[in-house]
């Protein structure tokens, strides 16, 4: 194979790195295997693509690893089976990489793969049969080449997002994409092999597989990820296994710092060095009092699905400006502009995050035109801001219809669309609650024949958890 790592599983194998004590040579060894062993999988894959639905967790660079070299579609935990079958049958899906715990939320269609016992085993469910395959005892692989390959342009990940027009979009992401990301946040964030990185954010989330999982990985460190976030287990984590760096959203630094008031005591660590936030707009207060609580600065990032994600960053050679987005990621060309006529802003006018680079996604599976713009080479992010002064970057607002919850992109349109379907609704509207900096609840206005139960249960069946609305406002249809 000629330079094997330009493709994201041989790159992160050659890393060295181990994710919960297993070697990420061995995890990809094994995903390599699977394809080798399973004559069933291969045929379900011929032109199409593998999605992975796991929880976080080693199995992820299995399942990376044996999507066969196509774009893996990355499904949430959360999604709900309408959500799931959308994803699978938009992207041409044919085989579903997961444990048996998700199966029966998939088509009965569509092949399955369970990685419940990765690496050692899998159960591959084809055809109408069900064959153990044996995925051997791996040390790792021997690859030679060029350690900071640029990544191949073919397809590594795909995501669904931007669903302003009411349905979700597959982002596709590259191999060049993934691995220029990963790269720059190894310099940013100045990662090496004596880190310990605690992943609290689901790898299903472009954020989190990037920044807490093939990073880390690629710099040969070492990876501790559950399956699900508890914030005092969390906080046990970081003070008796030596944590050194942690990534989250606004939400999970939130309800750590909530644990450690409730427990009346600071952080017990003297290890922990690096905390990065991103995914929606992080309150300076919270900055302050995670500072208080654990002596580490909390700094703040900016990106997007359709970016690679990170665009910008507080990166850690430079002091550390609450409040702001940080400076341009290695590699990332970031731009403020006029939304309307593509003219650059100067310092300290609000226009539209714009941005190129390696990172930038080529476009989406279908429907493209109903994404995010682009403008001489430029990827209009639909977020607003302003570059300061200091070169340093601002949030100001939205132009996208969407805000964010628990770190999630909500895109009110897809709720609608999706409420509207219900029998008996003629309408459906839905706001958010909460400041614009906040994490915001959902307030969902019906008008129809309908009541709030099955308003709720139909969402409940429909949507996945984190976009269920906390407020149904039931009215009559007008003229009834």
């Known amino acids: 194979m000629t330079e094997p790592f330009s493709l994201v599983p041989l790159a992160v194998a050659a890393g060295d790195g181990r994710i919960n004590d297993e070697p990420a040579g061995r995890l990809v060894a094994a995903g390599l295997t699977l394809l080798q062993r399973s004559a069933p999988l291969v045929r379900a894959l011929a032109g199409r693509r593998a999605a992975v639905l796991l929880p976080t967790g080693h199995a992820f660079l299995t399942a990376l690893a044996a999507a066969e070299g196509r774009g893996a579609v990355l499904v949430n935990p959360l999604a709900a089976p309408p959500e799931i079958r959308h994803q699978l049958a ?3 899906v044919g085989a579903v990489l997961t444990t048996s715990a998700f199966a029966a939320r998939l088509p009965a269609e569509v092949a399955q793969v369970h990685l419940d016992d990765a690496p050692r085993r899998a159960t591959v469910h084809a055809d109408g049969r069900s064959r153990e395959v044996d995925l051997g005892s791996h040390a790792g692989l021997r690859l030679e080449g060029e ?26 992401l590259t191999h060049r994409n993934l691995l220029a990301n990963a790269r720059a946040t190894i310099e940013a964030a ?14 299903s989330h472009l954020f989190g597989l990037v920044a807490t999982g093939l990073a880390p990985l690629l710099a040969g460190a070492r990876v501790t990820a559950p399956e699900r976030f508890h914030p005092l287990r969390a906080i046990e984590t970081m003070e008796r296994d030596g944590i050194t760096a ?15 008031e409730r427990r009346g005591e ?10 990065i936030c991103g995914g929606s707009p992080l309150p300076v207060a919270l900055q302050d009092r995670w500072a208080e609580l654990t002596g580490v600065e909390l700094r703040q ?25 940080g400076v341009p990621f ?59 002064g200091d070169g340093s970057f601002v949030f100001r607002g939205l132009r996208k219809a969407m805000f964010t919850r628990n770190g999630f992109n909500i895109y009110p349109r897809e709720l609608e669309r999706a409420v509207c379907e219900l029998p008996g609704v003629r309408e459906a509207r839905v706001t ?24 709720r249960q139909w969402c409940a069946a429909r949507l996945s958890a984190y976009k269920q609305p906390g407020e149904v406002v039931v009215a009559p249809a007008p003229g009834v």
């Open 301 to 325: 990032g900016y990106g997007l699905t359709e970016g690679g994600p990170v665009c910008l960053f507080n990166r850690v050679d430079r002091p550390n400006r609450r409040g702001a987005l």
């Open 246 to 260: 942690l990534v989250g959203v606004p939400a999970i630094y939130a309800a750590l710092v909530a644990a450690l």
């Open 190 to 203: 100045a990662i090496t092999r004596d880190d310990h990185v605690l992943a609290a954010l689901p790898f």
């Open 330 to 388: 290695p590699g990332v060309d970031v731009s403020v502009r006029d939304p309307e006529h593509g003219t650059p802003c100067a310092d300290g006018e609000t226009g539209e995050l714009c941005v190129r680079g390696d990172n930038v996604s080529p476009g989406y599976v279908h429907g493209g035109a109903l994404g995010l713009r682009r403008r001489d080479g430029w990827l209009y992010t639909g977020d607003l801001g302003a570059r300061m």
């Open 147 to 172: 350690a900071d390959t640029a990544g191949r342009e073919e397809e590594a990940a795909v995501v669904y997002t931007s669903a302003m027009a009411g349905t979700p979009l597959g982002a596709v």
């Open 266 to 275: 600071p952080l017990r660590s003297t290890t922990l060095r690096l905390c």
């Open 90 to 92: 938009d992207a041409g």
């Open 432 to 455: 958010a609650v909460g400041a614009p900096e906040a994490e915001c609840a959902i307030r969902l206005e019906v008008w129809g024949d309908v009541d709030g139960d099955a308003v």
